[in-house]
């Protein structure tokens, strides 16, 4: 059984947050990913916190809805008997990292795609999961990917982004890939 430690605090008073279901959601990407142990912490903060740490830590001078940091990462053949999986990126590794969430971005962004809150904190949540866990979204194969893997972590939790379903469904193989 994997080992995966998840602390998750909330500094912020826009929006409620249930930590057991970010906790849940975060074990079960981890499990899905194949992560063999992980130590994450996620912090969800407002838009001005989280625009400091982009200006700080990446020169970034915005506020964004999700900053992923990987303390460190390596991969142990032994913790899952073979060699990583590439269709995986997190078999067989260890890793430690950060998530930084702002809250007021999910509640922003959720308003204007018409679902919950809730549900745009989660897909914050997983999509800085998988880049800890090596996903990339800067080409178009990659975003797709990206996309995938987000559309299945949150099937699993019967999370589905309306205004981003045709791109779900897509990355479920539910309507052909372009």
């Not at 947050?17 to 959601?25: N, P, Y």
């Not at 830590?57 to 506020?63: G, K, S, V």
């Not at 007021?104 to 998988?130: C, T, W």
Request: aromatic content about 6%; overall charge positive.
């Amino acid at each position: 059984m994997p080992d995966f430690s998840i602390a998750v605090v909330s500094r912020q008073r826009e929006l409620r947050v249930d930590r057991s279901r970010l906790i849940r959601l975060a074990r079960s990407v981890l499990r899905q990913e194949q992560v063999a142990t992980a130590d994450i912490s996620v912090a969800i903060l407002d838009d001005r916190e989280i625009h400091e740490i982009n200006r700080r830590f990446l020169n970034h001078d915005y506020a964004t809805d999700v900053i992923s940091f990987t303390l460190e990462c390596r991969v142990d053949a032994t913790a899952s008997g073979k060699w990583p999986n590439p269709a995986r990126r997190g078999t067989a590794k260890t890793i430690e990292g950060e998530i930084v969430i702002s809250a007021q971005a999910a509640v922003r962004n959720a308003a204007s795609y018409g679902i919950g809150p809730q549900n745009e904190l989660a897909l914050y949540l997983v999509h800085g999961l998988l880049h800890i866990c090596g996903y990339d979204d800067r080409t178009p194969s990659e975003k797709y990917l990206m996309r995938r893997r987000e559309a299945e972590a949150l099937s699993a939790f019967d999370i589905v982004v309306p205004s981003r379903a045709s791109k779900l469904n897509r990355a479920l193989g539910r309507i052909e890939s372009p």
